[in-house]
């Protein structure tokens, strides 16, 4: 028992000489003048930590703006390529549908030929069918037909191939339809080829 307490007492001895240690290298010259110059613990001056925080700000703040083109630059790109494939699909429509054009106006023809000549009923139906789903598939992809009969003459979609003389009333009206026209969308695909009243 007794040397317990003995070793107990030579414990709180050190420790004490220990802090006393302490604290005569923290009351030193040296390290006042640390606490004074402003370095930190480390041994690195605060100027120093405070320089290197303002490059870490400004590299992310370059990092950042340098996100923020990408991300613009990204979505012009997808503008740009919404607007060439849309573009695209435009030229594509109009080139078919120039194409067929001509079919309607000769199947329109046909019916007219055939209604002449009287023929059966059935045939005229069928062939006006025919005619009638091609009209509706073209309208279907924004393709219409240019209303021109007793209308105003409009050069931006109509076409004049004829003049007939008119009344005041009837001055530049459109009294004839040679040939139908058509639009896709806003754009004239054909103008409608007429006669025009004239006032003599």
């Known amino acids: 028992m007794k040397h317990k307490k003995?070793?107990?007492e030579e414990a709180e001895q050190i420790n004490?000489?220990?802090a006393n240690a302490s604290g005569a290298v923290a009351n030193t010259?040296?390290?006042a003048g640390r606490q004074e110059s402003g370095e930190a613990s480390g041994g690195q001056p605060m100027?120093?930590?405070e320089k290197e925080l303002l490059e870490l700000r400004k590299q992310s703040?370059?990092?950042y703006n340098r996100l923020l083109r990408m991300q613009a630059d990204f979505d012009n790109y997808k503008k740009r390529v919404a607007k060439e494939r849309e573009d695209m699909y435009c030229n594509a429509l109009e080139t078919i549908v120039q194409q067929l054009?001509?079919?309607v106006d000769n199947i329109e023809r046909a019916v007219d030929a055939f209604k002449k000549?009287?023929?059966?009923?059935k045939y005229i139906s069928g062939v006006e069918m025919v005619c009638k789903q091609l009209i509706e598939v073209l309208g279907k992809n924004g393709v219409k037909e240019i209303e021109a009969l007793d209308k105003d003459f409009d050069p931006n979609i109509h076409h004049a191939v004829m003049q007939a003389p008119g009344e005041d009333e009837d001055e530049n009206k459109v009294k004839e339809v040679f040939q139908k026209g058509y639009i896709l969308g806003n754009k004239v695909i054909r103008p409608t080829l007429v006669k025009v009243s004239v006032k003599q």
Do not use: G, K, R
């Open 61 to 63: 703040e370059d990092n």
């Open 6 to 8: 003995n070793t107990s």
């Open 29 to 31: 010259p040296e390290a």
């Open 101 to 103: 054009l001509p079919v």
């Open 47 to 49: 100027e120093d930590l």
């Open 16 to 18: 004490e000489m220990d």
């Open 117 to 121: 000549d009287e023929l059966d009923e």
